[in-house]
């Protein structure tokens, strides 16, 4: 199988776990890449990646 190499907003603000607002909040402020393939808006795979790796780490609970 394939690994997905480009998502639409839906699929990018659903494997984010986020809405649409805060979605293109993150693209306007540059946190998140926009590419056009033909008439559709895409997220490289790449950039969702970027951006889980470039959040800060959760502190344990209890601290």
């Not at 008439?39 to 790449?46: D, K, L, Q, R, S």
């Amino acid at each position: 199988m394939l690994e997905k190499l480009v998502y639409r907003p839906a699929e990018a603000q659903a494997a984010l776990g986020i809405k649409n607002t805060k979605f293109w909040a993150l693209v306007k402020a540059g946190l998140l890449e926009t590419r056009k393939l033909g008439g559709a808006t895409v997220v490289p795979a790449e950039s969702l990646r970027r951006f889980v790796e470039s959040l800060p780490a959760a502190t344990p609970a209890g601290n």
